[in-house]
């Protein structure tokens, strides 16, 4: 059957699709690409639902006071710390985490490791006590006889799809501080610990604090289909999508075709530039540091000027070779021709390298083009990086806004005028001068967030890249008239 598309495009649809559609079904065709999206009639209903109940709680919020907000989060945060409550949640997590190993799939952030919910147990007592601007008043215009008022008012219901990381779901809760509900689609490997924190955290805070049982809802599906129909759902105020690149890309193609502004969270790869006046030490210490685990703000290219290549490359090789050892794994590098000559041959030879799948033999070193720079390394426990050379720090510079995802960048250098124009020149929302795992809302604002965005879509409207539940909000007008009798 052919569908049209985009007004003057046709796709065919395909006999597998024919044959798995059943009465109830839906497809959505995105009009960018003309993709085909099947969406089973039980997906449509667990979404829906969800929508429904979350929809319910945001008429519901507005007779919730900031007092109440906070005793949810405090809530939230006690039930995480309860012996009883977080029992059924950590097993839940092991079953789920000992699933995606037998699936061959990465782990290294489904883990609820302590560290992960000493975090999340911070995150939800930095929102109980900030303060509530729901109802704030933050601009008065007067006039005569009568005064305008912009009011912060919730912006609605907010549909969150992110990986399989249990600690996203407590960052995801905090979108309510500002007066809205939450509707959220988990990976397929976290759905299991999902449906723990919800019964078991998240259920009881919501009783405990007096909120509407719908301010959270789960999507409680593994299908990636029912992500589809949730962003689809024009009752959406703001679409949230965090995960791999191609699925949040396709997530944002849904959700803007429906009407619903997006706020996507996908590719990632921090790139790192020693200028010729790099210190040594330094620059050791932004690549060891900016490896210790795979996530978005890792530092994924490290470019150096070819004046220091000679003096520079030793050094990259040792932070790399002792950000493998501290992850009792064998490091990986990608290169380009022109570090031929300044890589050891030892660094060619076969090696075993740490994937998701497990382990496997492959060459420790391997070439890449040009054009291939912005590639984002997906790595298990063998710290994956490119390595290149430029003759200028502008050159990288350049390289950067044209290859990368514009998202994190930082130069290692001595020399403060430098700094400066990279700054400038630099089309990143995140710019440092060394270790690049600083981008993180919680660590460096103190501001729990719901994500990161780069800039590879353009830059944003009225925020930085970090998306915080503080951010999600809306400005209503309200007009006061003292004298009855005002007319145009």
């Known amino acids: 059957m052919p569908i049209i598309y985009d007004g003057n495009r046709v796709v065919t649809v395909s006999l597998e699709l024919a044959d798995a559609f059943e009465d109830g079904d839906r497809v959505l065709v995105l009009q960018d690409s003309g993709e085909l999206l099947h969406i089973p009639a039980a997906d449509w ?40 409550s977080l029992a059924p949640i950590t097993e839940a997590n092991a079953r789920d985490v000992a699933g995606a190993r037998e699936r061959g ?16 147990v911070e995150g939800l007592l930095l929102r ?38 249990p600690n996203v779901l407590a960052d995801a809760c905090g979108v309510l501080r500002s007066g809205n509900s939450v509707v959220i689609r ?25 909120l509407p049982p719908g301010a959270v809802a789960l999507v409680d599906t593994p299908s990636r289909a029912a992500a589809w129909a949730m962003f ?39 790139w790192i530039v020693a200028a010729e006046s790099a210190s040594a030490d330094g620059f050791a210490s932004a690549v060891y540091n900016s490896l210790d685990r795979k996530v978005c703000n890792t530092v994924n290219t490290v470019c150096i000027v070819d ?57 420790r070193t391997e070439y890449l083009g040009d054009d291939e720079l912005g590639i984002e390394w997906e790595w298990e426990d063998s710290p994956e990086v490119t390595l290149t050379i430029f003759p200028s720090v502008e050159a990288a510079i350049a390289e950067f806004n044209r290859q990368s995802p514009r ?25 440092g001068n060394g270790f690049t795992r600083w981008v993180d809302g919680q660590y460096a604002l103190h501001r729990p967030e719901l994500g990161l965005s780069n800039w590879q879509t353009g830059r944003l409207l009225g925020r930085g ?24």
């Open 45 to 84: 209903l667990a979404a829906k639902g969800a929508v429904d109940a979350a929809a319910s709680a945001f008429s519901a919020m507005s007779g919730v006071s900031g007092k109440q907000v906070s005793a949810f989060f405090l809530a939230f945060a006690h039930q995480l710390e309860g012996e009883d």
């Open 105 to 120: 799939r990465s782990t290294t952030r489904l883990v609820l490791s302590e560290k992960m919910l000493g975090s999340m």
């Open 128 to 165: 109980a006590n900030a303060d509530s601007k729901s109802g704030q008043i933050v601009e008065t215009v007067n006039h005569p006889g009568w005064r305008l008022e912009e009011i912060r008012a919730g912006l609605g219901v907010v549909g969150f799809v992110f990986e399989g990381r």
């Open 186 to 210: 988990i990976g397929s490997d976290a759905l299991g610990t999902a449906r723990a924190i919800m019964e078991h955290a998240v259920g009881p805070a919501l009783d405990e604090s007096g």
């Open 232 to 270: 689809s759902d024009r009752r959406l105020s703001l679409a949230v999508a965090r995960g791999s690149g191609a699925a949040v890309s396709q997530l944002g193609a849904v959700a803007r075709q429906a009407g619903t502004p997006v706020s996507l969270h996908g590719t990632g790869g921090a």
């Open 307 to 363: 004046s220091r290549a000679d003096a520079l490359v030793p050094v990259f090789l040792d932070a790399l070779d002792r950000a493998g050892a501290r992850r009792n794994a064998t490091s990986k590098l990608h290169i380009t021709k022109e570090l031929q000559g300044l890589i050891p041959p030892d660094w060619f030879e076969p090696a075993t390298i740490v994937r998701a799948e497990g382990p496997r033999s492959e060459p």
């Open 407 to 431: 998202f994190i960048a930082s130069l290692v250098s001595s020399d403060a005028d430098e700094q400066r124009r990279f700054f400038e020149m630099i089309d990143a929302p995140f710019v």
């Open 465 to 488: 890249g970090i998306l915080s539940g503080e951010s999600a909000f809306t400005l209503r007008t309200r007009a006061i008239q003292e004298d009855p009798d005002i007319s145009r």
